[in-house]
């Protein structure tokens, strides 16, 4: 403690204050720098108190209050030491994810000027990301005695003063980061979700471009362009779900080259009118054809007509019907060949919402073959090709349950 030799009223001496001052040997490093002002502060604290016990108070009050103003202010600090490590991570993931869709990239999907963008937007992300965050200052070692020299308190004042406004720069540096950060981030992922969307135009132009591809085919570039559907799986606007549109359009480019090719073929001059009919009983529901010499086990060559469906109730109810060779001879002269198609058309009319209830109801309780072939029946063709030789014939109260979906 300081001991002020002067009488009680009478302002304490310069000269005095430094003679009279203890050692504190632990601290001499520490606080050198500080003698200067801590001398101006202990003699106006000093002056006006007049005493030593009364000096020690005001220090000591002081020194407490800088220190729970400080606290506040490192809690700041700390807060901003999150946010600026919470937007670097969201600039890293949000430069990844950008060029990420830019090596998934091809020509025809997305504009040029759009992936210029994005990956610039993406790169200033990344190098954002790369931004050090640096420590805070270290916390004063205070001197917690319970008898405390008021120099002590007033030099532990302006250290706590000095970490104050280091702090306090340090928040301000962090939060222009952070706002810097956070806005690359945030520009990075609005031209990956633009540079997308101008691939989703792109694919919805090739969808009318290529409209003799397979259904199959085509719902996949929709579901790519909508980034939803019972097959999507993939992260909105991602590298994922570019790939899979991606991926999508070349299938159907296949498929419609295919299905070109196999136009120009003889066979089609037959098997087109087949399709054309099985679409025209439909009531809309999207058909896909396969034709094969052998079907479910059953050979064209040895004089059989043989058909499969497989449906789907999601995209607006579609299937895919498998018909023999046989019935693209026969189709226009006999009979049976005819009916075996419109069986498979009616495996197919499931699908649909007026015609769902009617097939899993009491009457035919989910039964495929028994609903397929009562649906052909009701729709004209009673004989054997129906579904009759191979599955019997439903009962009447069936044929009239299936004959109020046609």
Known sequence: ????????????????????????????????????????????VLGATGTYFGAGYVAHTLRNDHIAKVIEIEQRADDAVGDLKASITRADSAGDQGAAVM???????????????????????????ATEVAPLPEPIAYDESDVRPAWVSIIEVLETRARAQAL??????????????????????????????????????LLDVNRIASYETRIAVQHGIDQAGDDWFESR???????????????????????????????????????????????????????????????????????????????????????SHSIGWHFTDDIDAKAVVVHEVGHAQVVRPECEPLY?????????EMWA??????????VEGSGIQAYGRPSDAQIAEAGKCI
């Open 373 to 382: 072939t009562a649906w052909a029946i009701a729709s004209g063709y009673d």
């Open 237 to 323: 606007d991602s590298s994922g779900a570019y790939r899979q549109l991606a991926k999508a359009v070349d299938a159907m480019r296949a498929s419609a080259g295919a299905e070109a090719a196999r136009r120009a073929e003889a066979d089609y001059a037959a098997r087109g009118p087949i399709e054309d009919f099985a679409r025209s009983i439909a009531h809309g529901v999207n058909l896909d054809f396969v034709w094969a010499n052998v079907v479910a086990g059953k050979s064209s060559d040895e004089g059989w007509y043989a058909g499969t469906a497989m449906y789907r109730y999601g995209d607006g109810g579609w299937a895919t019907i498998e018909l």
């Open 1 to 44: 403690m300081l001991e002020n030799p002067a009488t009680p009223d009478a302002p304490a001496d310069v000269s005095d204050v430094l003679a009279e001052t203890p050692e504190a040997p632990g601290e001499a490093h520490r606080r050198t720098a500080w003698w200067v002002p801590v001398l101006a502060v202990s003699i106006a």
């Open 103 to 129: 090596e998934a990239a091809v020509d025809g999907l997305g504009t040029d000027e759009l992936a210029g963008i994005l990956e610039s937007a993406a790169t200033t992300a990344t190098e954002l990301a």
């Open 168 to 205: 306090l720069d340090d928040l301000d540096d962090m939060t222009t980061s952070t706002l810097e950060i956070d806005g690359a981030a945030a520009t990075a992922d609005a031209a990956r979700v633009a540079f997308y969307a101008s691939a989703a135009e792109n694919a919805a132009a």
């Open 360 to 368: 899993t109801g009491p009457v035919f309780n989910g039964d495929d």
